[in-house]
């Protein structure tokens, strides 16, 4: 048994975080109305920018993320206009529903949990209505499906008028992203999946089409408008008293990020990917993800073997030291996720497999 030690966490979020960040948050509280939070504000913004690949501008909120799923339809989809949603997993429904409760007319091309969308769904979708705004799920988290945005970004650009709305929760700093390149109006993510740093901190790169719309539509709401976050951003700022140790921590994380390279990020997530199904393949596990849209962030194993998750989870912690994922909404239990994204290394990925090994060996 392993007691009073830290039990570390193996979950698609919040994630673990390094000591060294964690401590990032600690240092003397500042005021936000002072040049020193002016300064940190724009070092975290040079950096935010470049890990997005944007030009444009990245929102800081303190918020989770959700909130900026309010925000992006709030100030981006026109009153009696349509909104598209892309759904198939516990994430992507329950951003249709965000824009419902704000009120907005929402059409969803629905797929089984487990598949992908294609550039061919949306294309027919805008051929035969009209759309403020395509709001897709970059990595579904429950199911482990990375959606195809560069392709689907494609589509969407023949459409002036759509705008191009991607959360990107779980896949940001994990996965490739490309903001700019891929026609992206809002890229929006939080702060305790890929970027690894505690929760409460929200980031969305916004084009200047986007924020040239929000201008001209009404009832925005406060807290997330992008017009009033403009203004502030410009002056290195934010409306509100920003979550300044989690700032801190951001531009922390941001330097360990940029020394190790966005693009060798994403490859250390993939290669963590290939090793996380050999194993799971090897076991006689199934993958719940549609093949060749598998996430390097996460993956949702088919649990074939019937394998006690509860238990497995118990093992884990007294064991092993790791607090495990139990499966998603409805499928919980007959799936479960093996989250391989942060700042997660192939040795620790190694050792939480090698327990579930030990774990499956005690069983029988
Ligand atoms: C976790 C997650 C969210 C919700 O983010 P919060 O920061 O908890 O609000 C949204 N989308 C995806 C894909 C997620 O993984």
């Known amino acids: ?53 944007t030009e444009s501008r990245v929102y800081v909120s303190g918020s989770s993320g959700s909130g900026l799923w309010e925000g992006a339809i709030r100030c ?28 907005k007319q929402v059409d969803c091309i629905q797929v089984d949990w487990g598949r992908a969308h294609s550039p ?16 897709v799920v970059h990595n579904e988290t429950s199911t482990g499906v990375t959606n195809p945005i560069g392709a689907i970004g494609e589509v969407v650009r023949q459409h002036p008028d759509s705008f191009f709305f991607v959360d990107t929760v779980s896949g940001y700093l994990g996965t490739e992203l490309r903001v700019d390149d891929w026609g992206i109006d809002i890229a929006l993510t939080s702060s305790q999946k890929a970027f690894a740093l505690p929760p409460g901190v929200a980031f969305a790169a916004v084009s200047d089409r986007l924020l040239e719309r929000a201008a001209t539509i009404n009832n925005r709401g406060y807290y997330f408008d992008f017009v009033t976050l403009e203004k502030s951003l410009l002056k290195n700022n934010t409306p509100a008293t920003p979550p300044i140790a989690l700032m801190h921590a951001a531009d922390r994380q941001m330097d360990s990020i940029l020394a190790e390279g966005i693009e060798a990020r994403w490859a250390r997530h993939r290669a963590m990917r290939d090793a996380t199904h050999q194993w799971a393949l090897e076991r006689g596990f199934g993958l719940y ?44 239990g007959s799936t479960f996720r093996l989250p391989h994204m942060g700042d997660v290394t192939i040795d620790m990925l190694l050792e939480v497999l090698g327990g579930i090994d030990a774990f499956m060996a005690s069983e029988n």
């Open 289 to 332: 993800a549609q093949e060749g849209y598998r996430s390097d962030t996460v993956t949702t194993v088919e649990n074939t073997l019937g394998i006690d998750v509860n238990a497995l989870d118990k093992f884990m912690r007294s064991e092993v030291g790791f607090a495990m994922d139990k499966g998603y909404g409805v499928i919980k």
């Open 120 to 135: 061919d769904m949306v294309a027919d979708a805008l051929n035969k209505a009209s759309y403020d705004a395509v709001c």
């Open 76 to 103: 981006g989809v026109r009153d009696e206009r349509k909104v598209l949603h892309l759904t198939g997993g516990a994430f992507s429904e329950r951003w249709a529903q965000i824009s419902r409760a704000n009120g």
């Open 1 to 53: 048994m392993r007691q009073n030690e830290h039990i570390r966490l193996f979950l698609p979020g919040p994630v673990e975080v390094r000591r060294e960040i964690l401590e990032a948050q600690t240092q003397w509280m500042i005021g936000h109305r002072t040049g020193e939070f002016a300064d940190l504000f724009a070092r975290l913004q040079d950096k935010l920018k470049r890990s997005f690949f």
